[in-house]
Structures are given as structure tokens and as C-alpha cells.
């Protein structure tokens, strides 16, 4: 059987289910007498189940139909007990073995209901009528009680005694007959009460299902009433705390600025002061927590004004945590007076230390003007000894020369990079959109390893460390190689192009550089993409991010920071100058956006000119080699 | 020329129950007519209740007389039992609580239920494999590994398009969960992943369902999450078009148009590893992200896009292009190549 093929034996167990479905409507039949006939439309019907559709209860049992077998002998007693028309039929049939037609139907009934004429007499008057002798049937005891009956009704006066005689003899056969259908009928009742408790009892219990559903109904539907109710009554408040919030939010929005100089006297503070500090870190948290949802909250008032429909649910949570955030904010300030005033002796240490702050910054300052005095010396002596020189002077040493002037400005650069790029963190956080791209590359790293020119502070070096992608970086400025070899990266100094010259063709898989194409002259630019191209191993990847002029702050202002760039360079050139150096699939990705707080909101203007003032500050240029 | 008459059987649920389903139904109507055929969407009211009244399903989509039609697709079980010379079926599922459910719900499954479990493997197999089936497509990845491992019958995967579409992109402002509250969309992963997003980005949940108390009591600490409840076709797409991330996050999903309405609205979408057919459009990195089914995981992203809106607004791009392929006319096509009409 199981080898058989599956798509044959469809038919074979459809076939086999239809008679499963057949015999148990049967039996359901028999056993509940009052089952539907099977419907034949499509769509089938199911067993009843409580929920769905209404109860049925079994109607009592009707009087069975006489079972009429002309060939069977027949007893009197098969025709007794009917009502007059069911009589009638069934001693038509009995007798002359066809229906009754209406007129005679009419006659009998007459006979019947009008002269109170008994059955069991009637029905001998159709046995011994001329067509009832015609087909002869058999009915056992009709001929004798007929013939008394007719007896009967022809001598009243001998009725007394034959009646007598009759109940008599028939007695003991009474007795009995009336015992059989005793216990018949309490049989049958019996099962009628059974039937009927039972079927109580599932209408009941469908009622209560019913009642239930409907009551878990009207409960929802309460409770969405109430919540629509809610909802109006919050819209109403909403509409009318409008005002006040606007107002709230515009006295909130100075907040931060109260906060960041509120955090920085908690700083000062918080060095000093063991004992107080867990309560200050809890300040401190709440604090930070204020700014998140001040920040959290502005968004909101964006929304706010944009969107009628969310004033109703979001203007009553956002007023909430206004209220309560200004609430906080006030017990901040006040625990926060009472912690500077309760802090003298603290007070006093944190001048003292202020002072000697003041002090080294003094200092620094002397030390600062006496090494850029130092430098200037230096050059001036560095050019005197060139004049000098009796003869001229090697080219290497020319060379050598001018490289250490170049040097003299490395650690101010540094201090530039420090104040003006961002933390290593910052740098870092920014740098990771790039190692998926690193990631994607389906090369040996380990064998061809990526290269990072102009490395600086060596974040993107670390970076790729903690990837495990094995990297190496290069830089000009000697400060930064020896802060990078003191965080153990592998580093080298050199100049860009003269390194890149010394690498074997195909020898990386992938060359970065950030923020050092703007400081290359353009023919510059050129050689380096060239020497890229060459050292890249086929399906390796070149990236260069740089400032982005497209954003006018960045195009007119920040890109003069750094003293040392060159000329901006627009990201469509740049991805133009790839290509056309032979690197395939260049594309442009932006980065790093003004804090969106900064953008500007309300109309189709105000958006544009976000776009252009806050909009991606810087973007990265890449290409594959092919 | 006479047009071609197509009957598109579906299955009715008897509790009348209207979801995905029958928008996909009404979706493939449109789809059919316009390509020029006169289809109807033939719906039989069946009951699973009990396994009579499985096997009465089964035997009534057996008798359907479809006689008048050129051609048949079947859509969900047991519609494909149909009898017809040219049906092919484009499955939505097979019973599930026979495959891959079973185990689940009968830990310890006595004989009877053996025997039933075979009966249908038997007829769901016979049924859909020729002649009685030409051709099987199925909606997506899911259903099609099912019914390879199960039926052994190889269908084709064809998605879908939405069947309703004003799906627009705004500004990228929140995260963005629509979702029936039930334990298996398991909108709880979301929101406990909000106590890793140390940002001030709000929650907006839209839907109802079984779970939603125990939901907002999760969630009743955070000012930031919003339940918005019932919404109507506007509001979401407005919800949609201005989302910074969309979340979908359910158990083994069949198909799930959320990643399609998101993608249409160019957001980045949110996903589980075990989330189903989702998986199969959100490519990580690129249209959004596949997380393990941990709300730490899914935090860590939200708080990312929220940091790097360019890299939301890319993923979303890159989404909306990813879906645009799909198309009503190419699979009314293919159907009908199927049908060879």
C-alpha cells in the first residue's frame, strides 16, 4: 500500500472518507431522531458547536407510522389508536390497499365525527364492504368484535348483558394488555426525560457559553468605550495645555545650557569630594537623564506641530513628563544650592586647586612662547648654516634638511588635530561605518594587508585591530608615528607617495585615507591614485573620506580650520577622479551630519536649507580595483 | 476572443476571520482580470474543529464542481483537493498543526493522531503533485522549505507585491512596531530592547490583540513607548512614511507584508535570525539588520540608526529598491504560463 504512488491513492481514501462522512450522518439520524436532512450545497455544514449556532432541541416522538405489509396478517389492534384521518389512510390501505379517495375521505369523516360512529366499526364496514370482500384481507379479531359492535347497536336493550359478557371474557387479556403498555409507556417516557434532560442541559450550557461570549463582548466593548472617552477627555486636555506648553518647552530649551554649566561646577565638585560624590553621581544621573528627555521632548513639540491627530494621546504624556521633569528640575536646583552652600571647605581645596591650575597654565604658556621662540631660532639657524657651507650643498642633504623644517611645525599640528578633529573616541565611533565594507572584501588580508596613509592618532588603525584585519599606517608627522608606536601600531613615517612607490603592485587589499587628499596639490592627487591603483590586488578597495564642501558651513568656513589644506574637493570630482584613474563600481557615501537638533522645521525651505547647512559634513570616496 | 474564466479557490475560515490572506485573494483577482481573464475567487467555508470536520473540508473542495472553468489555482489547504484537468495551485499553507507544529502541540502524539498526521501528509502529496496539480508556486521561502521537507515537492517561490500601496517616505523620527499583539509577533522583544536604547527615540506601537495588557504593563515604565491601538489605512501610512526604522520581529513568519509597507515607505527594517520570510528580503547591513532574537541586539541597532540617520535613510533606499522588482503583473504572468492561458 505505502508503495503505491501517493497521487493514486487520493480517489481510494476520498472515496473511503465520503463513506465515513456517509454512515456517520446515518447514524447521527438514528440517534437523534430530528437531524437535518444532509444539505447539498456547497459549503457543508459542520457539527453544531455551542458558540455558533443556536440550540436544537429534539421535538417529542411522534406516533410511529403504521407499517403497512399487505402481505403480513393484520390485527385490529394495528388500526386502533389514531386519530380519525390517520385512520382512515391507514385503513384504506389496509383494507382495500389503496388510499382513500376525498369524497370518501369526507364521508367517513362525517360518519365519524357526526354520528360518533367507533372506529373499530368502521373498519369492519370497509372489510365486509363489497370491494373489502373483493380483496379479502386478514384482520384477525375484526370479525367477531365487529359483529358484536353491530349486534350491539341493533338490540340496545341486550347490552347490558352482552357488554358484560364481553369485558368478562376480554378481562384477564385487559389486564394484561393494559400492563404491556404500562410498562411501554414508562419506557418510553423514560427516554423522553432522558432525551429532554440531556438536551436541557447542552441548551443550557450553550447559554451560558453564549452569555458569557456576549458578556466578554459588552466588557470590551466597555472598555473601548472608556478608552475612546479617555481619549476625547486627553484630547480636550491636550488642546487647552497646548499654550502653557509652548511656553514650558520655550523655558525648556534653555535647560541645557543650564545644565552644561551646572554639570561642569558638579565636575569640579566631584573631584574633591569623596563623601558627597554617590549623592552627586545620582544628581549627575538624573541630570543626564533630564537631557535625554529634554532632547526627547523638543522632538516632541516637532511632532506636535506637525500632527494634529497625535495632539490628543502624545500632548498629555508629553505635558506629564514636562510637569514632572520641571518638577525635577527645580528640586535638582535646590538640592543642588544647598549642597554648594553646605560645602565651604570644599570650596576652599577647589580654589586652592584652582589656583595651582592657574599656576601650570601660566606655565605652559611661558613654555609654549619659549619652544615656538626655540623653532624660530632653529630655522633661522638652520638657513644661516645653509649660506654658510663653503660648497654646495648634496641634494640628500638638501633634502634631509628641508624634511627636518618640515618637522618643526609636527607638534602643533597635533595640538591642532587634538582640539579641532575630535576625541579618539569620536573618531573611532565615526571611522566603524567602514569596516563592514573591509569585511565584505573577499581577499587575504592576513597575505595582503590594508594600508592607511596619513594614519595620525592611529584610530582606524586600532580600529581595524579589534576586526582582527591586519593593517599597517603611515604618517608624515613624527609626533603622531611616535604617539601611534607608544600605543604599539604598526607604523611607519614617510611620505605618501615616496612609500607607496617602494610597495610591490598588487601587495594591498585595501587603502584608506582620511582627511588627507585635501592637503595634496592636484597633480599630487593624480600620482597617489596612480600608485593606489598599482599596489591594490585585484577586487581590493581604496577609500578617501574628506571634508564636504557640498555643506556650506563645511565648503565656507570649517574646511579654513586647518591651516594646512589645500583646496576642497567636491565629492562628484573626487568619485569622477577614481574612475577615471581606472578604479571600478566608485561611489559616494556621506557622513556625519549636524546633531539633527540643530535642523530647522515647518516648511519645504526650512528643510532645504537644513539640508544644505546640515547636512553631511564630510564624505568618503570609494573605489575597487578591478 | 472569448475571455479565459479562472477560478481562484479559497478557504474561508469558519470563525470568518479576515487577515494577509485575503488581501493576498482580492490581490490576485485585481491581478488576473487586468491580464485580461475573468477570474472569481470561488470561497468555501471550512472548519477544522475536529478531524471529522477536517475531513469533511476535505471532501467538499473534492466535490466542487469547477467544470465551468478554464483553469484553477488553489490557494490554501485544502482547497488544492479540487479536481479539475488544469489546476495548478499557488499555496498560501498546508494544515501546519499536521507539519511542522505537531511536535509542538502533541509532545506525545497517540496513535490516532499518527494515523490522521499520515492520512493528510498522503492526501496533501497525492494532491499537489501531477497530474492533479501542474505546477506548485508557494509565497515565499518558508512554506517552500516546508513542503520540500515534508511533501517532498519542490514549488517555486513567488512574491508578491502589496495590494495596497500609497506607501510614501517622510522624516525619520521614531521605531516603528505594527504588529496584532500575539506572543508570536513578540512585540515584548521590542520593547524590552528599548532599556538598551539610551536615546531619546520614542516607541510607536500600532495594533491590538490577545497580549496587549501584558504588553503595556512591560512597557509602562518607558514615556517613550506609545500604543496607538487601531489605526486607520492613512494613519499608518503617515506612520509608516515618517518611522526612523521599522520593527519585525515574529516567530517563523509565513510572509509578513510589514517588510514590504516598510520598504515601501524607504525605511530600514529590523528582523530576528528566526523570523521567517523577513529574512529573505532584509539583507543585514544593507536594507536594515538581522538580529539574534535578543533585545539587547535589536537595541544596540536602534540606537545606530537613531545616531546615523544617513545610514537609515540609506538602508532604506537601498529597501525600497530591493522590493521593486516585485509586481501583481509578473505573477499573474507566471500563473497563467503555468495554466497555459
Known sequence: MESRIPESRVDEIMERIREEIALRKTSERQSIPTAEPPSHTSSQSPAPSLLSEPPRLPRPLATPALPIRPSDTLHVNDFLGFSDSEFLTHAFHGVFRRPPQPDELARYLELSHVTGLPHLEILGRLRYSEEGKRQAVRIEGLCLRFHLHRLYRSFPRLTYFIKWLHDFILLPNRISALRRDDALLRNRLADQVEILSSATENALQTLVLRIDDRFRRLENKLFELESRIDII?????????????????????????????????????????????????????????????????????????????????????????????????????????????????????????????????????????????????????????????????????????????????????????????????????????????????????????????????????????????????????????????????????????????????????????????????????????????????????????TPNPSNLLVGTSTFFLDPTHHKPINSTALQFLLEARGFCRPKVIYLHPYDPSYRLHGSELAERISDLLYGPQDYAAIGYKA | MKKHRIAIVTVQSASGEVGGAERFYQGLETALNAAGTDADIISVTSNEADFDAIKESYLSFYDLDLSAYDGVISTKAPSYVVRHPNHICFLVHTMRVFYDLFEREFPEPWKELLDHRNLIHALDTGSLMPPRTKKVFCIGHEVHNRLLKYNGIDAEVLHMDLAFDEFRSGDFHYAFLPSRLHRWKRADLVIRAMKFVNRPVMLEIVGTGEQEAEFKQLAADDPRILFLGRVSDQELVQLYANALVVLFVPIREDLGFVTLEAFRSSKPVITCTDSGEPTYFVKNEIS?????????????????????????????????????????????????????L
Open chain 1, 233 to 545: 477627555d486627553s484630547a480636550k486636555a491636550g488642546v487647552d495645555s497646548v499654550d502653557p506648553l509652548y511656553v514650558q518647552l520655550t523655558e525648556l530649551r534653555n535647560l541645557p545650557q543650564e545644565m552644561v554649566t551646572l554639570r561642569e561646577k558638579f565636575a569640579r565638585l566631584e573631584s574633591t569630594n569623596s563623601p558627597q560624590q554617590s549623592a552627586l553621581k545620582e544628581i549627575q544621573r538624573h541630570l543626564d537623564d533630564l537631557g535625554a528627555q529634554v532632547r526627547d521632548d523638543s522632538l516632541l513639540r516637532n511632532r506636535l506641530a506637525d500632527e494634529a491627530k497625535n495632539l490628543s494621546s502624545a500632548t498629555e504624556n508629553a505635558f506629564n513628563t514636562l510637569s514632572a521633569l520641571s518638577q525635577e528640575m527645580f528640586t535638582l536646583r535646590e538640592k543642588f544650592a544647598r549642597l554648594e552652600s553646605t560645602n565651604s571647605p570644599q570650596q576652599r581645596a577647589l580654589k586652592e586647586i584652582q589656583r595651582h591650575l592657574d599656576d601650570l597654565g601660566a606655565q605652559v604658556r611661558d613654555n609654549k612662547l619659549h619652544v615656538l621662540d626655540q623653532q624660530r631660532r632653529m630655522a633661522l639657524l638652520i638657513e644661516e648654516a645653509r649660506r654658510r657651507l663653503p660648497k654646495p650643498i648634496e641634494t640628500d642633504q638638501l633634502e634631509s634638511m628641508a624634511r627636518e623644517r618640515d618637522h618643526l611645525l609636527d607638534a602643533q599640528y597635533v595640538a591642532f588635530e587634538d582640539r579641532f578633529r575630535g576625541t579618539r573616541a569620536d573618531i573611532k565611533q565615526r571611522q566603524s561605518v567602514y569596516i563592514p565594507y573591509i569585511k565584505s572584501l573577499n581577499l587575504d588580508i592576513k597575505k595582503y594587508p590594508a594600508l592607511d596613509i596619513g594614519c595620525g592618532r592611529g584610530e582606524w588603525l586600532e580600529l581595524l585591530a579589534d576586526a582582527a584585519i591586519h593593517a599597517r599606517g603611515i604618517d608624515i608627522n613624527r609626533v603622531m608615528v611616535q604617539q601611534c608606536r607608544e600605543r604599539d601600531l604598526d607604523v611607519e613615517e614617510a611620505d605618501c607617495l615616496e612609500f607607496l612607490r617602494r610597495q610591490k603592485a598588487g601587495s594591498l587589499s585595501v587603502l584608506t585615507s582620511f582627511h588627507v587628499v585635501e592637503h595634496l596639490q592636484h597633480d599630487i592627487l593624480i600620482e597617489f591614485l596612480d600608485e593606489a591603483l598599482r599596489v591594490l590586488r585585484p577586487g581590493g578597495m581604496i577609500i578617501l573620506e
Open chain 2, 288 to 340: 536594515g539588520f538581522i538580529c539574534p532574537p535578543d533585545p539587547k541586539s535589536i537595541g544596540e541597532k536602534i540606537e545606530l540608526l537613531h545616531d546615523q540617520p544617513e545610514t537609515a535613510k540609506r538602508m532604506g533606499r537601498n529597501g525600497r529598491r530591493s522590493i521593486e522588482h516585485l509586481s501583481w503583473k509578473s505573477v499573474s504572468e507566471k500563473l497563467l504560463a503555468a495554466l497555459g
